[in-house]
């Protein structure tokens, strides 16, 4: 008899999105068909779709001819809006040393995500703090390969 495998929450950061979405890099593929087949729910809040509306108008991305609208619409359809996080304790949530990015760690620790998303080394840095609250940091490329020698690891491709 098999079982049905865990629904494993996500947290993407706006440059995980911007790539698969708006610059198709590869990657995004597999994330999209994880999160189409319901093995991924992509846990988000307003204000992370606000900073990406932000970041796509850009004038610094107008050479690539971002489409918003369907960018948005993407989001719009397969994020899983949660309300904002009440603010962690002190010791709850590591900090990350980019204001901005705190958002997504601040959401993957207090939704328990089973891993944040992300290409910014600040907050990779805090993966191992991370780590040791049961929340993975990892560029998207390495969460999708499993760890060699391990049976069982998530397969989402």
Not at 94 to 104: E, G, K, L, T
Not at 128 to 133: K, N, T, V
């Amino acid at each position: 008899m098999e079982t049905a495998a865990a629904t494993l929450d996500l947290v993407l950061d706006t440059n995980v999105v911007l790539d698969w979405l708006a610059f198709r890099n590869p990657v995004g593929v597999a994330l999209e068909q994880a999160l189409t087949a319901g093995r991924c729910r992509w846990l988000s809040t307003g204000a992370m779709r606000d900073e990406l509306a932000d970041v796509i108008a850009r004038e610094s991305l107008a050479r690539w001819s971002i489409d918003a609208r369907a960018v948005l619409a993407v989001f719009d359809a397969l994020a899983v809006r949660i309300g904002t996080p009440a603010p962690p304790g002190a010791a709850a949530s590591p900090r990350c040393s980019d204001p901005d990015d705190q958002m997504f760690i601040d959401l993957a620790i207090a939704c328990s995500a089973h891993a944040l998303l992300t290409r910014d080394r600040a907050l990779l840095r805090l993966a191992p703090r991370a780590r040791a609250l049961g929340v993975s940091i990892a560029t998207p490329q390495a969460w999708l390969q499993p760890p060699r020698g391990v049976v069982g690891a998530p397969a989402l491709v």
